[in-house]
């Protein structure tokens, strides 16, 4: 069964700092790979998505990811953190053909300091 | 198109009791997906239909649960009997297969607490 490991659960970091979310997961198949972003008491919003190509793929609101398949990996980095930024962040993982049945990580809760 | 809307946005609900949540996906999206999330934790898939077929359900999906999403539109999610270990969000998503296979997009859930 395929699964998707977020280390980290709680980041803080310092509003312009960069940041890095790590993700891996673990599948047979080319995985099908997606970081969404969750306000509190709010659904998914999609930053990015790899399927195939260039393993550096670019997001919404600055945000990019690099998929590293020797590593099994999929970090997610921005340069410079906002404070509107903080928030949860989920890795997920289609294993099949169907891109809405995911896999999701715990999460990484993401504060910002001022 | 306003995305995926999700009614009742919270609901409490007494332990026994049968509660049903609405999902509306995406006009054109013919795959419709419900997930559980409890606190502190990712998103688990709980099922999923094509059109008005259901074509998977997940072991998380106990025989308290049903789903249905008759006409190949609107789904809705039923609990009966309630537990307090049902409280959690349940969020609803849909997607595009055939033309072309999309991501999924979240309604932004119904926050269930059985009291």
């Known amino acids: 069964a395929q699964s998707v490991t977020q280390p980290d659960i709680h980041i803080t970091v310092s509003e312009g700092a960069s940041l890095e979310l790590r993700c891996n997961y673990s599948y047979g198949a080319t995985p099908y790979l997606f970081w969404y972003v969750q306000s509190p008491g709010q659904g998914l919003q999609l930053l990015l998505k790899?399927?195939?190509?260039?393993?550096l793929v670019q997001g919404i609101k600055g945000f990019e990811a690099e998929f590293k398949r020797s590593q099994s990996s999929f970090n997610l980095r921005k340069p410079s953190v906002h404070w509107s930024d903080a928030a949860e962040y989920f890795c997920?993982?289609?294993?099949?053909?169907?891109?809405?049945?995911?896999?999701f990580g715990q999460g990484t809760i993401l504060t910002v300091h001022p | 198109d306003t995305g995926v809307s999700q009614d009742p946005r919270h609901k409490i609900t007494k332990r026994g009791q049968n509660v049903t949540f609405r999902c509306d996906p995406i006009s054109e999206h013919n795959r419709l997906y419900w997930y559980r999330q409890t606190l502190g934790q990712g998103p688990e898939f709980l099922t999923y239909f094509q059109n008005e077929a259901q074509l998977e359900k997940s072991r998380l999906l106990s025989d308290r649960f049903s789903a249905e999403r008759p006409k190949g539109s609107f789904s809705t999610l039923e609990i009966q009997r309630t537990e307090q270990g049902d409280s959690a969000m349940y969020l609803c998503?849909?997607?595009?297969?055939?033309?072309?296979?999309?991501?999924?997009?979240f309604g932004q859930g119904t926050r269930l607490t059985v009291v």
């Open positions: 997920a993982n289609a294993g099949g053909t169907s891109y809405g049945k995911l896999t």
């Open positions: 998503a849909s997607s595009l297969v055939r033309p072309m296979n999309t991501e999924a997009f």
């Open positions: 790899y399927f195939s190509g260039d393993t």
